[in-house]
């Protein structure tokens, strides 16, 4: 299990743009790169939804319908992290932002990768606030 640490979150205004970073703790000693790492976002009153994965392996990424063509999500193994730009954003894109990883948790297929299940590691979250 690795500790993950989430950054980045923010008060923005509809049309804005922000970057969150996942990234593990140098205390784990483990390295990012091997995991496959997801980003979930959950809004007040709601259940926790995924909203994109990236796999160690290929660098498959994956994407929910509702953020495709406006969020990328990228990874820097030298930093040892993994980022989730976010574009055009919208009030509804309020929420607390997770990042999980996992083993194998990534593959191209939604149905698949869209469930938290898949990871056993999570961060404790960031907060993004989208202002209309």
């Known amino acids: 299990q690795v500790t993950l640490v989430e950054s980045g979150g923010g008060l923005v205004q509809a049309g804005d743009s922000l970057k969150l970073s996942c990234k593990a703790s140098?205390?784990?000693?483990?390295?990012?790169?091997?995991?496959?790492v997801a980003w979930f976002r959950q809004a007040p009153g709601d259940e926790r939804d995924w909203v994109s994965c990236?796999?160690?392996?290929?660098?498959?990424?994956n994407y929910a319908d509702s953020v495709h063509d406006r969020f990328i999500i990228s990874r820097d193994n030298v930093k040892n992290t993994v980022s989730l730009q976010m574009n055009s954003l919208k009030p509804e894109d309020t929420a607390v932002y997770y990042c999980?990883?996992?083993?194998?948790?990534?593959?191209?297929?939604?149905?698949?990768?869209?469930?938290?299940?898949?990871?056993?590691?999570w961060g404790p979250g960031t907060q993004v606030t989208v202002s209309s």
């Open positions: 999980a990883a996992d083993f194998g948790a990534c593959s191209g297929s939604t149905d698949y990768d869209s469930s938290a299940s898949l990871y056993e590691s």
């Open positions: 140098a205390v784990s000693g483990l390295s990012l790169s091997s995991y496959d």
């Open positions: 990236i796999a160690s392996s290929d660098g498959t990424t």
